[in-house]
């Protein structure tokens, strides 16, 4: 099997894998750095779990408030785990800068593919209004108008462009680039 179908085939079961923790979890921010996480092994298992700890309050727009899409920042958070390989209580400007361009290119892609990068404005979009998820009622509103399989599809989609953006890097670095 040639590499880049092998490599086709990580993105396609990262994108599921996100898609359908999504469906099951409901915390946008963590399935999407655990998909690729997990996918691409970029940690220690006690480590990545540290992390999705602290990616659960990000979902909903930032802690349920309607800011940027949790799919948004748990691909920006797997980025950073993908890509940051120093010690990152240290400065290191120089060895920041890819990270953040490859963030940005990230978040700019986002932007495109599905129109915005707060949660609120896509909702309102793609299913008419902003649901607040800690509301009961206001929650089964949102899964009757069909939003866990809308949340789903763009934490997929954003979790596999997330780990091709990693495995660029990774390849660009194992051929000497920066």
């Known amino acids: 099997m040639s590499d880049d179908v092998s490599r086709q085939r990580l993105l396609e079961q990262i994108e599921q894998d996100a898609a359908q923790l999504q469906r099951e979890l409901h915390a946008c921010a963590r399935c999407a750095l655990f998909a690729v996480g997990r996918n691409l092994e970029l940690a220690e298992p006690a480590s ?13 727009g930032v802690a349920g408030v309607r800011k940027q899409c949790g799919g948004l920042i748990g691909g920006v958070m797997a980025i950073g785990l993908g890509m940051v390989k120093y010690d990152a209580r240290t400065a290191h400007p120089e060895e920041r800068k890819p990270v953040m361009v490859a963030a940005k290119r990230f978040y700019r892609w986002f932007e495109s593919e599905f129109g915005h990068a707060n949660c609120y404005d896509l909702r309102e979009m793609h299913l008419g209004r902003f649901f607040d998820m800690t509301d009961p009622e206001e929650a089964a509103k949102f899964a009757a108008a069909g939003g866990h399989e ?29």
């Open 150 to 178: 809308y949340c789903a599809g763009v934490v997929g989609k954003a979790s596999r462009k997330a780990a091709e953006i990693i495995l660029e890097s990774q390849q660009s670095r194992d051929s000497g680039g920066p």
């Open 48 to 60: 990545l779990e540290v992390a999705l700890k602290t990616a659960i309050p990000l979902s909903g």
